[in-house]
Structure formats: C-alpha cells, structure tokens
C-alpha cells in the first residue's frame, strides 16, 4: 500500500482516540484562552446592564440535558448577571427536559452564590408548558390561561415577583437559551415580533447561523454555541471583577473545543493533501501507461 | 360525510385564525383568543397519543419478536417505569402535593443520574464521528466543495483564540482578513443570506400548504379511508 493510501485508510479508532485526547488533556491541564465578546454578545450583556433593578425577565431554559454543556454556561452567566443588576427572573421553559436545567440553577448557584435572594421574591420557576410554538402564542394572547401558577403549583397571585404579571409584556425582555425547536425562532415570532419584546439569548452552535438573520432587528444579541458563552463570561468578568475567581465553565471548556478544532482542521488538511498525492500518483501512472501502449513497449515502472 | 365534516372543521377554523391575526377586535379576535386556548389544552393529549403510540408499535415488535426485539423491551420497562415514578412521584419528599423534581425523589434521581449522562453521552459522540467523517469525506474535489471547505476552515479556526493567534501578525490595514473577522463576516453575510433565501422558501411553501389545507385541496391528514 503507498502511502497517501495508508494515510486515507486510518483507522478510525485512530481518529477517536485522537479525538478523546484532545478532549481529556486540556480538561486536565486547564488551559485559560483570554476571550473578548463581539457586538453580538456585547449586545445582549449591554441590554442586561441598562436594565433598572427590579425589571422583570423571562429566562427560557429551552434545552435538554445532551446541548447541556453548550447552554449551561449561558444560562449561569446571565443568572449570574441578571441576579448581580437586582433584576426579577422567571424561569421557564418549553422543553419537558428543561425542568431539570432549571431545578440544577434553582437548586444549586442561586442559593451557594445568592443566598439573599428569595424565591417568589427575586425569582420564580414557572415550569414547562406543553405545545411548542402555539404555547408562546397562547402565553401572548392570553398569559394567565397558559400560566396560573408557578412549577410547584403556587397560584401566581401569592407570590410578589408574579403578582402583577398579567400579560406578557409585563417583562421587559425574553431571554431564550435555545438548543433547536421550539426557541429563539419561535419566540421571535410568536412573543417578540408581535407583542414587541426585546428577545435576545443564546444557541448552540449548530442552531447559531439560522438565528443570524433575525440579527439585529428581530433578535437583539446572541450567544453562538460555547464561544458566545465565553464571550459573555468575560465581559461579566470585565464588568463584575468580583467574578474573577469563580468558574467561568465555557472559558475551562474552551480548551479541549480549541484543541478539537484545530485537530479537525489538521486531520481535513491531512486527507485532503493524501487526497491529492494520492490522485497525482495515480495520474502519473495512468499517464506512463498511456505512453508505453502508444510506443508499443510494457508498462513496467 | 366522514371526510366532509373534518374538511369543514378545518376550513372554518383556519379562516377564523386567518381573520383574527389581521382583525384585532370584535367576533373574530374572541374566537382568535379561543382557539388559543384550545390549542394550549389538546397539545396536552398529544403525549397521551404519543405514550399509546409507542407502547403498540413496540409491544407489536415484542410479540411478534421482530428486529432487535430486546430493545424494545428497554424501551418499553423504561418508559412504564418513568411514567408510574412520575405520576404517582414515587419517593416525592412532599408526596403528591410536592414538585415534580423535588430534590430526593426518584424521577429527579432518574433525571440527574441516568437521563442526564446518558443523554450528554450520545450527543457527545457526535465529536467522535463528526471528526472521523470530515477526514474520510471532506475533500476538494469540486470547486463547491473547495468553497465549502474554505469556509468551515475560516469558522472553526476563527471561533478559537487560537485564530486570533494565527493572524494576530497582520498589519491594521488588512484586520479583515483575521481569521475572527472573516469568520464573522461568513456568519453575518453569506450565511445570513443563504439562511434568509432558505426561510422564505420555507414560509412560501408553508403558506402554499395552508392555503391547500385550509381549502380542502390537500386531504392527505385526512387518511386513506373513505
């Protein structure tokens, strides 16, 4: 076998091993990759920061456990940020999976990093509500048939931080962490475009470029994927100093996500220059054979 | 008769949501608002006929011991057992009054120590193949291809540090030919657009569809039977 072929012909345990590495060496040496957030996260973290203290917003956790270590440091940085400008959160979200992110912040950050902070009071878990899309819509035309009563079944009336939420509107700003349909779309569409709330948040890298044209008249800002989560950590840190030494999961998680890309780029170059090799070689016999047929003498080379 | 009155359903109920999205007072807004709210309440059986139709698609695969029956089996004790742990909140701390995820219960163990890992693991397996694929398939045979590959080169070096780092040597009046900015510009020009041509396609197509539905044209949810 020549080579170009043996390099083509990889194993792919090889390729998986590789992979496992540059994952599991840098989580283990903890490499720090300064970032600096672009205006499309810039915008979200700047909306947030002019926000007057006691404005309500409405956090979607719209994701399950697998996009998890994507949109889990979005999630933490913006409770972190919202929690930090005094701001009145609701928690909610539309996938039956999102539940469990909430509960993992409720449950969690909130009470280790805001002890202060009082449920009902500062924050509230509305749950989740069946029907994707037409859920948002119901929720605009009409927000208390959809939500009465918070994940725990407290009528929304007893509790100070939902007693006079009637309608939508009433916050000020949607934030959505999006892992495909139903999110950031859907709230665009149903909440934001037709009730006229400021929506903005954050999706995984794969849902990042179909969000981009709703960019920035439909959507305020957006966090793609765990570079955008990074983005937003650092300009908390750069705001917040206080931040500094608490962990910052998308800035440790940039390591192995460099470390892998830089491998898959390498790997594709790789295939591509045995690809071509591979392919003159190949030409150049066929061209050697052609001659020797025409001049009547063997192939032998 | 079977299929006429499914047919006049939809068309008074599509006119009516049409008309009340434009008309925002009297009769039609009401009725808008409505069907609102009876789209809230029937998504709900959705998961009822969801749950009935997975339990008599692998029920007939167990009987019938067809393909990879066992996984069936899986699928079907993981399933009842979520279901019973979760609607009666087997070990629920604040029984059934409590929340659905009390910390201590079953289901919230089920969710943190099986669904979570087992979930994050098939979706980080993606890695693994998506970085095998791209060395096996990813080649510039056509031109489209080499364009392509251009690009996802551009993005996956220019959304690290270490594409900064790369171009970090070129002078101010080429800034835009850094790997971060050219990525960005891929993300907001040429991605933006193609996405864009993509969405109306889609919209067009859906409001086509509608129309069809709404008008009795397109009978295919109807069913086969006559």
């Known amino acids: 076998m020549r080579i170009p072929d043996s390099i083509l012909q990889i194993d792919r345990r090889i390729i998986f091993l590789l992979i496992g590495a540059a994952v599991c060496i840098p989580l283990l040496l903890k490499p720090r990759f300064q970032d600096s957030p672009t205006p499309i996260v810039q915008s979200i973290f700047d909306t947030v920061e002019r926000l007057p203290a006691g404005s309500r917003v409405f956090l979607s956790f719209d994701y399950g456990p697998d996009t998890a270590p994507e949109l889990d440091p979005m999630a933490k940085a913006l409770v972190r940020h919202t929690m930090t400008r005094d701001l009145e959160v609701s928690f909610f979200t539309l996938f039956p999976e999102g539940v469990g992110q909430i509960k993992k912040i409720t449950d969690n950050l909130l009470p280790v990093e805001f002890p202060d902070k009082a449920y009902g009071r500062d924050y509230v878990n509305l749950g989740y509500k069946a029907g994707l899309g037409g859920a948002i819509n119901t929720m605009v035309v009409n927000f208390r048939t959809l939500v009465n009563a918070d994940a725990e079944g407290t009528p929304l009336d007893d509790l100070p931080i939902t007693a006079d939420v009637d309608e939508m509107v009433d916050y000020v700003i949607i934030l959505s962490l999006t892992a495909g349909d139903p999110g950031l779309k859907e709230w665009i569409q149903f909440a934001g475009d037709i009730a006229g709330i400021p929506v903005m948040g954050g999706g995984t890298a794969v849902v990042a470029p179909e969000l981009y044209p709703y960019y920035p008249q439909q959507l305020v800002g957006l966090m793609g994927g765990l570079k955008g989560a990074s983005e937003y950590e650092s300009a908390l840190v750069d705001r917040y100093p206080a931040y500094r030494n608490a962990t910052m999961e998308a800035t440790m998680r940039m390591g192995p996500q460099v470390v892998t890309h830089v491998l898959i780029v390498l790997l594709v170059l790789l295939g591509n220059l045995a690809y071509f090799l591979g392919r003159a070689g190949r030409g150049n016999r066929a061209g050697r054979k052609g001659l020797a047929g025409r001049t009547g003498r063997g192939g032998q080379s | ?226």
């Open chain 2, 1 to 226: 008769m079977r299929r006429r009155i499914p047919l006049i359903i939809t068309f008074i109920i599509g006119v009516v949501l049409i008309t009340g999205y434009f008309v925002t007072r009297g009769p039609f807004n009401t009725l808008y608002e409505s069907f609102s709210d009876y789209f809230a309440i029937i998504t709900v059986f959705a998961f009822i006929l969801g749950g009935g139709s997975l339990l008599k698609i692998h029920l007939k695969r167990v009987s019938s011991r067809a393909a990879d029956w066992p996984y069936s089996v899986v699928t079907l004790v993981a399933f009842l057992v979520t279901l019973v742990i979760g609607l009666f909140k087997v070990g629920n701390p604040g029984g059934m009054g409590g929340e659905i995820l009390a910390s201590g219960s079953w289901l919230r163990f089920m969710f943190d120590g099986v669904y979570n890992p087992l979930s994050a693991t098939m979706f980080s397996l993606l890695a693994f193949f998506v970085a095998s694929a791209s060395y096996r398939a990813f080649r510039a045979r056509t031109k489209e291809a080499t364009i392509l590959l251009s690009a996802a080169m551009v993005i996956l070096l220019g959304r690290t540090p270490v594409g900064a780092w790369l171009t970090a040597w070129m002078p101010e009046s080429l800034a835009f030919l850094e790997l971060p900015n050219l990525a960005n510009w891929i993300m907001a020009w040429p991605n933006t657009a193609g996405q864009r041509a993509i969405m109306i396609g889609i919209a067009l197509g859906v409001i086509a569809t509608s129309l069809r539905i709404i008008l009795g044209i397109e009978r295919n949810y109807l069913g086969r039977g006559e």
